[in-house]
Nanobody
Framework: VQLVESGGGSVQAGGSLRLSCAASGLPDATNYMAWFRQAPGKELEGVAAIVTGAHNKYYAGSANGRFTISQDNAKNTVFLQMNSLKPEDTGMYYC????????????????WGQGTQVTVS
């Protein structure tokens, strides 16, 4: 299983970035994917999640209204469109996948990517 994130970079406050997570080898039963981030010196936090196939979406309060999670029709790439970026959005962004669509929103993930850095100044 591989989750490969891309699309990170440096941007000024108010700008936008679109992150991509290309998934390969995931079991067909994979039902739930999410984006997490970790700022320097802070804990990992969930940002956005999607029930693959059903397209139910969930957002952390800090992301609601600014970020949009989506997936392609083949369900092998998940995107995170980030608009109106703020310096506090800076961090390493990780893609994660979970086989079960059930459970707490930000726990129980089975697979993780290596991350892509987002820096907002």
């Amino acid at each position: 299983v591989q989750l490969v994130e891309s699309g990170g970079g440096s941007v000024q406050a108010g700008g936008s970035l679109r992150l991509s997570c290309a998934a390969s080898g995931l079991p067909d039963a994979t039902n739930y994917m999410a984006w997490f981030r970790q700022a320097p010196g802070k804990e990992l936090e969930g940002v956005a999640a999607i029930v693959t196939g059903a397209h139910n979406k969930y957002y952390a309060g800090s992301a609601n209204g600014r970020f949009t999670i989506s997936q392609d029709n083949a369900k092998n790439t998940v995107f995170l469109q980030m608009n109106s970026l703020k310096p506090e959005d800076t961090g390493m962004y990780y893609c994660a996948a979970r086989l079960s669509p059930y459970g707490t929103r930000w726990e129980g993930f089975d697979y993780w990517g290596q991350g892509t850095q987002v820096t907002v100044s």
